[in-house]
C-alpha cells in the first residue's frame, strides 16, 4: 500500500466540462450539487425537494462553508439564485449576490486555496515526522 493520497479532482475542470455538455441548468446544478457533495462532504449541506410521491428527490438548495466563507445557491423555476458571504467571528461582513458562474468560480477559487494549503499543511506535517 501507498501512502500517497488520491489527486483531488479539479472541481474547475469538472465543472467546465459539464457546463458545456449541460443546456439546463436545473440539470447542471444537480451534477454540481453532487460534484460537491462527493469532493468536500464535511463541508457541504444540501436541501431536497420534498414530495410523498416523488420518484426522486433533487437537491433545491446547497450551502457550502469554507472557513470564513459561506456560499448559498438555490434552485428556482428554472434559474439558480447565488449568494457569498464573508464573516469573521460569525459576523458577516460582505455578502454579494451572484450570477451562477460567478458564483461557481468563487467557491473553486476558495476551495482550490484551502486545498493548497491543506496540502502544504500535510506536506510539512510529513516532514517533521521523517
Known amino acids: 500500500m501507498s501512502d500517497a493520497t488520491p489527486p483531488e479532482p479539479d472541481l474547475d475542470s469538472v465543472a467546465a466540462s459539464l457546463h458545456m455538455d449541460a443546456a439546463d441548468i436545473a440539470v ?15 463541508s457541504v449541506v444540501v436541501q431536497r425537494e420534498g414530495g410523498l410521491f416523488k420518484k426522486d428527490h ?14 448559498d445557491a438555490e434552485l428556482r423555476s428554472g434559474s439558480v439564485a447565488c449568494r457569498h458571504a464573508h ?10 449576490d451572484l450570477g451562477f458562474e460567478a458564483w461557481r468560480r468563487a467557491l473553486v477559487a476558495v476551495l482550490g486555496t484551502q486545498a493548497q494549503v491543506t496540502s502544504e499543511a500535510l506536506a510539512g506535517l510529513r516532514s517533521e515526522v521523517t
Not at 58 to 71: A, L, M, Q, S, Y
Open 58 to 71: 433533487p437537491i433545491r438548495k446547497i450551502t457550502v462553508r469554507t472557513g470564513e466563507d459561506v456560499f
Open 87 to 96: 464573516a469573521v467571528r460569525g459576523i458577516v461582513l460582505r455578502s454579494e
Open 28 to 42: 447542471f446544478f444537480q451534477v454540481f450539487c453532487g460534484k460537491l457533495l462527493a469532493t468536500v462532504p464535511g
